[in-house]
C-alpha cells in the first residue's frame, strides 16, 4: 500500500446495538456520519439483509440473567472491534453497545451513547454503566438530561 493509499482510506465506525428499537434508532442516525464506511453488529443476524453497504457481525444475544451468553458477548465485541479498528464506536443500547464502548474506551477509540428513547422515566441500566466510557453521552428525554451528563440534543423519531 503507498502513503498516498493511508491518505485516502476512509475513517471506519462502528454502529452496534441490540435487536428491535434500538438498531431502527441507530439507524436513523447513519447519515450523520457521511464519509466515514460503515460497520454493523448487532444481536439479530437477519439484520444483515438490510445493511446495503458496508459490513455486519452477528453477535450473540445476551442478558445480565446469563453470565456466560454476556461473556460471550463481550468477547466476540472486543474481538470485532480489534478486527475493525474504527474511530468511532457509536450505541443506542443496551448490553453490546455497552461492552463496545468499554473497549473501545479502553484503546482510545471516540464513543458516542444515544439511550433508546424508551426508557421515559429513567436511563437503562446500560444507559447508567455506560457514562465512564462514553465520551459523547446523550439521552433522548430532555428531562432526563444534566449538566454532566446525559446530555440532550432531541430525539430519533
Known sequence: MALTDYKNKKKRILFISSS???WIQMRRLESAFEG?????????????????????????????????????????????????KPAIV??????????????AKKLG??????????????LSLS???VKPYADLWLTQW????????PYYYGAVL
Open 20 to 22: 428491535g428499537g434500538h
Open 36 to 84: 466515514y464506511e460503515k460497520y454493523y453488529a448487532a444481536t439479530d443476524p437477519s439484520y444483515q439483509q438490510s445493511v446495503d453497504y458496508g459490513y455486519f457481525f452477528s453477535v450473540p444475544e445476551a442478558s445480565r440473567w446469563n453470565k456466560l451468553k454476556l461473556i460471550w458477548q463481550a468477547l466476540k465485541i472486543f474481538g470485532i472491534i480489534l478486527y475493525i
Open 90 to 103: 457509536f450505541s443506542t443500547g443496551a448490553a453490546p453497545g455497552f461492552f463496545a464502548l468499554f473497549f
Open 109 to 122: 477509540i471516540k464513543t458516542i451513547w444515544l439511550d433508546s428513547i424508551a426508557n421515559v422515566e429513567e
Open 127 to 129: 444507559g447508567r454503566k
Open 142 to 149: 430532555e428531562h432526563l438530561a444534566k449538566p454532566e451528563g
